[in-house]
């Protein structure tokens, strides 16, 4: 069992950075694939990021690719998502997984999530 609880969100004006974290509970961390998602109003949740479990390669969305940065610290059960020149549209609930058997782009593989956090981006 992994509980999972994002922090970070918040209001920043278009261009600004944010970075959200995931703690995790558990001594199993580190054998878990870790994604972010995150869902619109009204849209569909959609994925941004996944990191494998030793941190070692990562998978972004297209609309993410360049902006955002995923990073995982398995000595303190915490993954990261560095946000960069946000825009309006990256406005949304954030949401942290974990995936016991992969890290991918599917929010279908994954088998923990946490309770979200709120990022809004004005123009």
């Known amino acids: 069992q992994v509980q999972l609880v994002e922090s970070g969100g918040g209001l920043v004006q278009a261009g600004e950075s944010l970075r959200l974290s995931c703690a995790a509970s558990g001594r199993t961390f580190s054998s878990y694939g870790m994604g972010w998602f995150r869902q619109a109003p009204g849209k569909d949740r959609e994925f941004v990021a996944a990191?494998?479990?030793?941190?070692?390669?990562?998978r972004y969305a297209d609309s993410v690719k360049g902006r955002f940065t995923i990073s995982r610290d398995n000595a303190k059960n915490t993954v990261y998502l560095q946000m960069n020149s946000l825009k309006p549209e990256d406005t949304a609930v954030y949401y942290c997984a974990a995936d016991a058997t992969d890290w991918g782009t599917s929010e279908r593989l994954y088998d923990y999530w946490g309770q979200g956090t709120h990022v809004i981006v004005s123009s």
């Open positions: 990191v494998s479990w030793s941190g070692g390669r990562t």
